[in-house]
């Protein structure tokens, strides 16, 4: 584990010149985690929030082969690269697919399932901004309750965020990490270690987005904390189904201090019409969830 | 030594892969196909074929590991039927956008709303825009055959190929095959080389979003835009009209079977009356054709083996003397006609070929078509024509109307 942001791998594989927005929480995480991963590896995209920041043909930011792949495919496509570097005997390559939530938690799911149900030897990697960003901002199933999106404009999200993680829990595969920008050595040690180990691994970004969610783009890092240390996203790994926190969500677990939700919720614009039944229903589906976590964490 | 083998359509699909040593097979099961991917599960598990078998949970993920599979290099096989064809719709045109050689079998199925599992060609009729080659089988042994041929032509013009044929009527009859020797598959396929190698030594992004403008590379160089992209597709379903009928040439060297056009014939020498198809229909109106020979009229049969590229010159020769056309299908573009029957006419478009033409429509969701009810309505259409009101029309065949 490397103790400061200067012993991480100083190649770049993301070059200036990107095309994500400003203050973007993907291009953030999406940096570290190709230093993580590293030349090694082959990666597979929907059409995404990702597929932009990559660029235009014939040009692209990324150093990192990549094939671009249909909205529900991206399971499907990395369990077709596994098999045709196999095939061909190119076995030492990584194959990590991105998706956003749209490419994960809805159209994405099922060839997700399958691909983890089989065992494919990849990393599918979510980064979860909590609506359909790439389109401007539609309601997902990874949306939380209480937020507006350009299809739940007047009465907000009625429903609560679908629980992915625990769904990919289900298929008990090798190995699931949730990550966050906020904490880049916290996300750059999920990836190396997720690079080693061989199955289906499954990793989760909470990625702040600053036209989506409402707040400026300076406030990534800090929105992206505040998701921490309200435990509305948790930091955490599951190794063969052994669970354990990380990072800042470990020190909370163990202090007991979290920030109630309304510090989160208050800086962003997409929660300004959240009612308080909503707010106080959040806050408890919140706490179930980290309640389960916890023990979880005592095994 | 190519031995002779009693087999079904299935199984002649499945040991054609195995004998072009595709490298990844995926698919999922769907009447009347399933028996392919049985078969071919089959021989990758005993060791008979070296390959990787991907039990996908759809067809839509089928297609993408063919997709992910061919573009890193390894020969792909798929096959489906009906809606799953229907359900790899989107895959097909990113299949054909991405300029890869999948060959993938269709076991021809009608398609619901309302269920049936039996044969029509509405299935793969509908994914005619999507920028496959497609060839469509009259019988088993060209069912081995031409997936043969498909793998060399799909890795020469780097487009895909759907090998077509009847479910059930062929999918599931058993008929006797002569099964290429081994070597001499293996001479007459190269080795697949993939245009692009997706490798971490020489990054690519492939498909990414295009502008619908040109625009330079970093090295300044203005590239292809979407629209050009296209063109070159459309170019190489173009040039694969020479590519089929070469190979076809070099394929009937190598086994004494004729494939040496994009159609076949069926006494067309002397006949007046020409009636076409594609598939076991074209196959049922060779029967048709005798019995109205027996009747005094001069028929004869041109059997369509592609599709796309529609052979467009040869059926302006092969139809340049015919006075009357029958065009059998079993499929309909709704609202109009047979989409074979659109093309024919499109084809013999001011060429001054221009006989009465009538479309039959018949065998949806495997309903029935003898020889005796193609040859009567044969008859009834001849002396139809003679009217100068009914010379160009769509008739239902065994059809309560």
Sequence with gaps: MPENLFKINKEEYMLPGNRSCQGCGLSLSYRYALKALRENTILTLPACCLTVLHGLYPTTSVTIPCLNCTFASTAASAAGLVAGLNATGKTDTTVVAFAGDGGTFDMGIQALSGAAERGTDFIFVCYDNEGYMNTGTQRSSATPMGAITTTTPILTKEQHKKDMLKIMEAHDIAYIATTSPAYPIDLYDKFVKAKRIKGTRYMQICVPCPPGWGYPPRDTVKIARLAIETGVFVLFEMENGKFRFTGRSKSLAEKGNRLPLINYIERQDRFKKISEEQLSLLQKFTDNKWNEYLKKAEG | ?401
């Excluded at chain 2, 300029?99 to 398609?111: A, Q």
């Excluded at chain 2, 040109?214 to 459309?234: H, P, T, V, W």
Aim: glycine residues 6%; contains cysteine.
């Design chain 2, 1 to 401: 030594m190519a031995e002779v083998q009693i087999m079904t359509g299935n199984t002649a699909a499945a040991t054609a892969a195995k004998l072009c040593q595709v490298q990844v097979v995926s698919a999922y099961p769907i009447t009347p196909q399933t028996s392919v991917t049985e078969t071919l599960s089959q021989f990758i598990e005993s060791g008979e074929l070296k390959a990787e078998y991907v039990r996908v949970e759809s067809e839509h993920s089928a297609m993408t590991v063919c997709i992910s599979a061919s573009t890193v290099g390894a020969r792909v096989f798929t096959s489906t039927s009906s809606h799953g064809l229907l359900y790899m719709h989107e895959q097909l045109h990113w299949a054909a956008g991405s300029r890869l050689p999948i060959v993938m079998c269709c076991v021809n199925r009608g398609v619901g709303a309302p269920w049936s599992i039996f044969n029509d060609q509405q299935d793969s009729i509908s994914q005619r825009d999507t920028g496959w080659i497609q060839f469509y089988c009259r019988d088993n042994q060209e069912i081995i055959d031409t997936v043969i041929q498909a793998y060399r032509i799909a890795e020469e013009v780097y487009a895909p190929v759907m090998v077509c044929y009847d479910g059930f009527v062929l999918s599931h009859t058993m008929m006797p095959v002569c099964i290429p020797d081994a070597e001499m598959v293996a001479s007459f396929l190269p080795p697949y080389k993939p245009h692009t190698i997706l490798s971490p030594d020489n990054p690519y992004n492939i498909n990414p979003v295009l502008f619908p403008g040109m625009r330079k590379n970093s090295a300044g160089i203005l590239c292809d835009g979407y629209m050009e992209m296209r063109y070159k597709l459309q170019e190489a379903l173009e040039k694969a009209r020479d590519v089929i009928i070469a190979t076809g040439i070099k394929y009937s060297k190598l086994t004494g079977r004729d494939y040496s056009e994009m159609l076949w014939r069926y006494k067309t020498d002397d006949a007046e009356v020409i009636l076409t198809g594609m598939g076991s229909i074209a196959t049922e109106a060779t029967v048709a054709v005798d019995q109205l020979r027996q009747k005094g009229i001069k028929a004869g049969v041109i059997g369509v083996r592609v599709f796309r590229p529609f052979p467009r010159i040869a059926v302006q020769q092969a139809l340049k003397n015919a006075q009357a056309i029958i065009v059998l299908e079993k499929a309909i573009s709704y609202g109009f006609e047979g989409a074979l029957c659109s093309d024919i006419k499109a084809a013999l478009y001011g060429t001054g070929i221009n006989p009465p033409l009538h479309n039959f429509i018949a065998g949806l969701g495997g309903r029935d078509v003898k020889a005796r009810e193609i040859s009567e309505a044969v008859q009834a259409s001849l002396t139809e024509m003679k009217n100068k009101n009914a010379q160009n029309k769509t008739i239902w065949i065994n059809c309560r109307k």
